[in-house]
T-cell receptor
Framework: GAVVSQHPSRVICKSGTSVKIECRSL??????MFWYRQFPKKSLMLMAT?????????EQGVEKDKFLINHASLTLSTLTVTSAHPEDSSFYIC??????????????FGPGTRLTVT | EDQVTQSPEALRLQEGESSSLNCSYT??????LFWYRQDPGKGPEFLFT???AGEEKEKERLKATLTKKESFLHITAPKPEDSATYLC??????????????FGKGTSLLVTP
């Protein structure tokens, strides 16, 4: 498996401010990480793929200027929600991609960050 | 178009009452099908990956199987601690990353004593 941490676990911010969420791979070096968001009673929706040392690739409909992703090292990716609005309130979850050989590529998730924008 | 459909949406079992959860998918060229368990307010916990039809994997009371169109998660003699939402996901070849996961909506399982 893999051990993934996220910080903070919960954050409340005011509308118009920015919030940074950290995702750390604790037991191996992760070239690729992913960011998902999850609304109540809904499934996970992929927001972007974060690649170490290069720009993140965003899914259709996700504003890259609003959700800034930085993957500056093999153990850390950050998601910054800029100029947050109440509709950005959600559960944000990161994952790391762990590959083994040619066919094994598994994703392990962090514990999630609950963002509430007031 | 949904690529992953899970059924039932919710399932209530008595302790010891075995059952199966279904995950049907329409992705062509499946790279992998994944099962996760998610507890309220937590991130998904990895359970299994299945790569080819006919493959089976087991872990304690759980057994996952895969065909060319669907996967089943069999729960044998469940206990209350098995209560959770079970998520199925396939790797989405048409996303920006071929390794990203496309999730179903999940099956919410409640096991009562």
């Amino acid at each position: 498996g893999a051990v993934v941490s996220q910080h903070p676990s919960r954050v409340i911010c005011k509308s118009g401010t920015s919030v940074k969420i950290e995702c750390r791979s604790l037991d191996f070096q992760a070239t690729t990480m992913f960011w998902y968001r999850q609304f109540p009673k809904k499934s996970l929706m992929l927001m972007a793929t974060s690649n170490e040392g290069s720009k993140a690739t965003y899914e259709q409909g996700v504003e890259k200027d609003k959700f800034l992703i930085n993957h500056a090292s093999l153990t850390l990716s950050t998601l910054t929600v800029t100029s947050a609005h109440p509709e950005d309130s959600s559960f944000y979850i990161c994952s790391v991609l762990r590959t083994s050989g040619r066919i094994s590529y598994e994703q392990y998730f962090g514990p999630g960050t609950r963002l509430t924008v007031t | 178009e949904d690529q992953v459909t899970q059924s039932p949406e919710a399932l209530r079992l008595q302790e010891g009452e075995s059952s199966s959860l279904n995950c049907s998918y329409t992705v062509s060229g499946l790279r992998g099908l994944f099962w996760y368990r998610q507890d309220p307010g937590k991130g998904p916990e990895f359970l299994f990956t299945l790569y080819s039809a006919g493959e089976e994997k087991e872990k304690e009371r759980l057994k996952a199987t895969l065909t060319k169109k669907e996967s089943f998660l069999h729960i044998t003699a469940p206990k209350p601690e098995d209560s959770a939402t079970y998520l199925c996901a396939v790797q989405a070849p048409d996303s920006n990353s071929g390794y990203a996961l496309n999730f179903g909506k999940g099956t919410s399982l409640l096991v009562t004593p």
